[in-house]
């Protein structure tokens, strides 16, 4: 199958470094590994029934892999295999931070020479926690700290160490248990709109993979227990390749999705789902219990968030099983839930901004959608919202929800939330879906993010360039990236970015994503489409920003004479040393119709 692979441009801070070296003498720079710990096994999302097996990867990584200024000749972290196996060793506590005395296996290395870490080449360890029936956990959690160091010898000589890596964990049943279903987004279920419905089969899993697939035999009873002939759209399991991964650990969600049209057809009053999975059915039945609201050809709220980002889900998993015909279907069904998704949870968010589950939703709408910069975001204002229980005494203060952990390590890592099978399909899908117009939130403002842009100067006409600003946030994380725009030179007097948006407004703030360099910005104007500016805000910026976090400017706006569709930000690029760099822009006003009134 043919991939989709981004062009490889040397960012524009790597010049400036070596112009930079070049005229400086040589001179040491500290050159210390960068340690990542990660989880192989079971999969990262999933909690770990903890008599089972864990696999850990630990990654070196050359320090000039994420800074330009670091050197990049190699490190000798070892001159012989032998002499390295100790080096790295992985530490695991408990909730309360007591020591576990575990013993991890490490993987061998393929040969005996030297080992140097390279620019580019990362060195990766594995490391295995057998199987053991007799260790038990008496918390929630587990944390697994990875440690490198070499304190004599030859070579590199330090000690650095890894995020903690906190694992949820199970305990394994030890008989076949019923299975869970549930509604998603509630008990309640509105005719006419989507539905979707959750099964879980609790460990131990004996199924082979096609068993677990075809089993499932659902029947829908009303308050008389009358059997109703409702099909479902799709019955989605999550992908695997081999049974074994669920044998430990259980097997699901499996999203069963009834589509708007078949909920129509059922009036209000209770109803009953019956499940079974045809393997076992006297040990592997399940029910739920569900209420049903409004009746055909009246005005229903419409599907929230969870349950529109639970189809999408589905929708993605069917694509695994499929052709690539399927697969193009499918992510396109995909994207249309998710953006559906996206506007509910904006919605709520704005009606509701200290909930945490709010934000939460919204971060995982936008890991699904590949957008981990926007996903790092929600999750780090959820982490801000969360506020623990109170608790008496001494006792320690809890954790945050270990979802929400388990979200955000994987949003940190980078991973994607569907398969390399079928990523390239969803951001093909992503690439034609038409851009949504806008819509008010519950407090009647307009968020838009900018639809077109142009500057004063831009570094390139496609990486860095005005265009880079337009929609979205797509930047990662803070510092120099392609997918900015910036101006021509750095440090260069005054500079401008002129962004257009799609629907007129009056404005009422003003959003600016700024990922490297942020504070540069001295004012912002509004353009009549005669050319005349009026000045909205006047700075200077004076924004204390967390160093090495992606800044964010939010300037009230004054109000104009007329709704805007046009902005100017002026900056002052010798404020601040070095490039600055602009991601995307928000306007947040209210909706103006074609008669002037406001909506």
């Known amino acids: 199958m043919t991939m989709f692979a981004e062009a490889i441009t040397m960012p524009r801070r790597c010049w400036s470094s070596l112009l930079v070296v070049a005229g400086l003498a040589a001179a040491a720079v500290a050159q210390d590994p960068l340690v990542r710990l990660s989880r192989l096994f079971p999969a990262p999302v999933q909690s770990w029934p903890v008599p089972t097996t864990l696999v850990l990867q630990v990654e070196l990584t050359h320090p000039a892999d994420v800074d330009d200024a670091a050197d990049t000749a190699a490190i000798v972290l070892a001159s012989a295999a032998a002499a390295f196996a100790p080096r790295v060793t992985l530490t695991a506590t408990d909730a309360d931070g007591d020591e576990l005395a575990w013993t991890f296996t490490r993987s061998a290395r393929s040969d005996d020479g030297p080992l140097l870490l390279r620019r580019g080449s990362p060195v990766r360890l594995g490391f295995a926690l057998a199987a053991d029936p007799a260790r038990r956990l008496a918390t929630a959690t587990c944390s697994v700290l990875a440690t490198l160091a070499n304190l004599d010898g030859a070579g590199w000589r330090g000690r650095v160490s890894s995020e903690p890596l906190t694992i949820p964990t199970i305990v394994a049943a030890a008989t076949v248990g019923s299975l869970e279903v549930t509604l998603v987004g509630g008990a309640t279920l509105t005719a006419g709109e989507l539905a979707v419905v959750a099964i879980d089969l609790p460990p131990p899993v004996t199924d082979g993979v096609d068993a677990l697939r075809n089993g499932f035999a659902l029947r829908w009873r009303d308050a008389a227990g009358r059997e109703l002939p409702l099909a479902p759209e799709c019955i989605a399991m999550p992908p695997t390749d081999d049974a074994s991964e669920r044998r430990e650990a259980g097997f699901g969600p499996v999203l069963v999705v009834f589509p708007a049209a078949v909920t129509a057809t059922l009036a209000a009053g209770d109803y009953a789902l019956e499940v079974e999975h045809g393997s076992a059915p006297s040990l592997r039945r399940g029910h739920l219990a569900c209420h049903v609201v ?66 939460a939703e919204l971060a995982e709408i936008y890991w699904r959608l590949d957008d981990h910069a926007a996903a790092g975001v929600f999750v780090r204002v959820a982490f801000g919202l969360w506020q623990p229980p109170a608790v008496d005494g001494e006792q320690p203060v809890p954790a945050p929800p270990t979802e929400l952990r388990a979200l955000a390590a994987a949003i940190e890592a980078g991973r994607a939330a569907v398969s390399v099978r079928v990523l390239p399909y969803l951001r093909l899908a992503l690439a034609k879906a038409p851009t949504a117009a806008p819509e008010p939130a519950a407090d009647g403002l307009l968020r838009q993010w900018a639809s077109a842009a142009r500057a004063s100067t831009q570094y390139r006409s496609t990486d860095y360039s005005a265009a880079q600003a337009v929609g979205a946030p797509d930047v990662a994380k803070a510092g120099d990236s392609t997918k900015a725009w910036a101006p021509k030179q750095a440090d260069d007097g005054e500079q401008w970015l002129e962004v257009t948006f799609a629907q007129p407004v009056q404005p009422k703030h003003l959003r600016v994503v700024q990922n490297s360099g942020p504070g540069a910005i001295v004012r912002v104007e509004a353009i009549a489409d005669v050319g005349l500016a009026t000045v909205l805000w006047t700075g200077p910026d004076t924004t204390a920003y967390p160093p090495s976090t992606i800044a964010v400017l939010v300037a009230p706006l004054a109000a104009p004479a007329a709704a805007v569709t046009r902005l100017r930000l002026v900056l002052d690029t010798a404020r601040v040393a070095g490039w600055n760099e602009i991601d995307a822009v928000e306007l947040i006003g209210e909706v103006v119709g074609q008669d002037g009134a406001r909506r």
């Not at 050809?297 to 980002?309: I, Q, T």
């Not at 992510?331 to 709520?348: F, H, M, N, Q, S």
């Open 294 to 359: 409004g009746a055909v050809g009246k005005s229903v709220e419409p599907a929230g968030a969870a349950v529109l980002l639970a189809a999408a889900q589905a929708r993605l998993w069917c694509a695994e099983v499929g052709n690539s015909a399927e697969m193009e279907r499918q992510t396109a069904a995909a994207v249309d839930l998710l953006r559906a998704a996206e506007r509910a949870a904006l919605a709520g968010f704005t009606a509701s901004p200290q909930h945490v589950a709010a934000a």
